[in-house]
């Protein structure tokens, strides 16, 4: 299995910005795609950004594009999210997530999931 840490959730003031980090161990070698997911209070998970582990090509949902960025470090296994001009509708708790194939947005395509870590926004 692979087993995947986030970190560098708090709490922001709305237009500020916040990075996370998501390590990656165990098996590794099997992950295609990492991405990123969201799910606020009273809300179902949804898609935030996704990329592709070798070639880095990167894919956003229409509601982070233009302020969230995703990145990946293949050296450390880790894989962040920057994320910039925050609003108090980003609150959510985000999940790292992997997968080993060329996903898409749905999280049914990610196998494998890290326990989360809480973004709150303040207005």
């Known amino acids: 299995q692979v087993q995947l840490v986030e970190s560098g959730g708090g709490l922001v003031q709305a237009g500020g910005s916040l990075r996370l980090s998501c390590a990656a161990s165990?098996?590794?070698?099997?992950?295609?795609?990492m991405g990123w997911f969201r799910r606020a209070p009273g809300k179902e998970r949804e898609f935030v950004a996704a990329?592709?582990?070798?070639?880095?090509?990167?894919y956003y949902a229409d509601s982070v594009k233009g302020r969230f960025t995703i990145s990946r470090d293949n050296a450390k296994n880790t894989v962040y999210l920057q994320m910039n001009s925050l609003q108090p509708e980003d609150t959510a708790v985000y999940y790292c997530?992997?997968?080993?194939?060329?996903?898409?947005?749905?999280?049914?395509?990610?196998?494998?999931w890290g326990q989360g870590t809480q973004v709150t926004v303040s207005s």
């Open positions: 165990g098996r590794t070698f099997s992950t295609v795609t």
């Open positions: 997530a992997s997968a080993p194939f060329l996903a898409t947005m749905r999280p049914a395509d990610f196998n494998s």
């Open positions: 990329i592709s582990w070798n070639g880095g090509r990167t």
